[in-house]
Antibody, heavy 119, light 109 residues
């Protein structure tokens, strides 16, 4: 059974960048899209962007355009989220999640990665 | 851009009661791309319902989904102690966008 395993918690200073990874364990990314969703403390779920690894094409939510980059490494079944120019309000748990192409739902989620932005 | 509005924000119930959660889309959407998730504190969301009315693998039959067009509903026929959590609806748009409602918290009365 596939699991999405994310990298560990990060503490960053304002203006810096962070790179979070999401590795598929027990399966590959073929026929799936991987998306990133963040959740600020006490808040709801917010879609940031996603990628279809077999095509290598990423798309992003408008509010994150220019600050977020998503890339995939097929050889290690890993997807990366790179988020730059961090602000205090970017403190959140960042989740990756998997969707079978065309299914319309997210069947598997990573455990989440806390990114804390602090001076 | 589709906006999903969930109501109520909080639902206070006793175990054994029926829970009815609403998700309204800002315009008509295909029910094939509506899903519901449950999230407990400190955990990732878990898929409950996909295609508006299909239970995901391992989800008890006390959970059901319905709706079409702009109005969708998640029903828990008899709330069990382990069901208290926050529930989110989600829509996957044509242009590979993903939208979530703001969530409904089901809490112990």
């Amino acid at each position: 059974q596939v699991q999405l395993v994310q990298s560990g918690a990060e503490v960053k200073t304002p203006g810096s960048a962070v790179k979070v990874s999401c590795r598929a364990s027990g399966d590959t990314f073929s026929s799936y899209a991987i998306i990133w969703v963040r959740q600020a403390p006490g808040q709801g779920l917010e879609w940031m962007g996603g990628i279809i690894p077999i095509f290598g094409s990423a798309n992003y939510a408008q509010q994150f355009q220019g600050r977020v980059s998503i890339a995939a490494d097929d050889s290690t079944s890993t997807v990366y989220l790179e988020f730059s120019t961090l602000r205090f309000e970017d403190t959140a748990v960042y989740y990756c999640a998997r969707s079978k192409l065309g299914s319309g739902y997210l069947d598997t989620w990573g455990q989440g990665t806390l990114v804390a932005v602090s001076s | 851009e589709i906006v999903l509005t969930q109501s109520p924000a909080t639902l206070s119930l006793s175990p054994g009661e029926r829970a009815t959660l609403s998700c309204r889309a800002s315009e008509s959407v295909s029910s094939s791309y509506i899903a519901w998730y449950q999230q407990k504190p400190g955990q990732a969301p878990r898929l409950l319902i996909y295609g508006a009315s299909n239970r995901a693998t391992g989800i008890p039959d006390r959970f059901s989904g319905s709706g079409s067009g702009t109005d969708f509903t998640l029903t828990i026929s008899r709330v069990e102690p382990e069901d208290f959590a926050v529930f989110y609806c989600q829509y996957n748009g044509r242009s590979r966008t993903w939208t979530f409602g703001q969530g409904t918290k089901v809490e112990v009365k």
